[in-house]
C-alpha cells in the first residue's frame, strides 16, 4: 500500500482523561493533589493497520494512555509546562507516532476562569519505512 494512500495518516484523540496529582508551587499545591486534564492529538501512519486490520499493526493508545495515567498520578511537578512536556515525549517515544500534541489543563487554577492550560506539540520526520 503505498504512502500517499489518503486513508494511511490515522489521528487518534485522548479527550479529557481527568487525573490528579501535584501540581504547583503554592505550599498547598506541593502538600495536596489536583485535578488536570489531559487532551492528546496522535498521528501516525496507519496504512498497515488498515491493510491488515490486525491489532499488531496499530498504534497502541490503551498502552500510551496506561503511561500517561501513570505519569501523572505518580509525579510532582511545579509547572504545567513542564508535565505537558513531559507527556508529550511519553507519546513520541512510540517510533509509529509522526506527530503529536499535548493539552494540560489545570481546572480552576484561575478566579473567574475554568481552567489554565499549556498546549506543546512535536513531530517528527517521516521515514520511508514509517509509510510502507
Known sequence: ???????????IRIKNLRLR????IKEDEIQNRQDVVVN?????????????NRIEE????????KKLISHVEE???????RLTKELLEIIMEQEQVLA????VDKPH?????DSVSVTLGAKREVSEKQTQ
Open 75 to 81: 509525579g510532582r511537578f511545579a509547572l504545567l509546562e
Open 100 to 103: 503529536a500534541e499535548v493539552e
Open 40 to 52: 492528546a492529538v496522535i498521528r501516525y501512519a496507519a496504512n498497515r493497520a488498515v491493510q491488515f
Open 1 to 11: 500500500m503505498p504512502h500517499n494512500d489518503p486513508y494511511s495518516l490515522a489521528t
Open 109 to 113: 487554577a484561575l478566579r473567574f476562569s
Open 21 to 24: 496529582t501535584f501540581i504547583g
Open 58 to 65: 496499530a498504534l497502541n493508545y490503551r498502552t500510551i494512555t
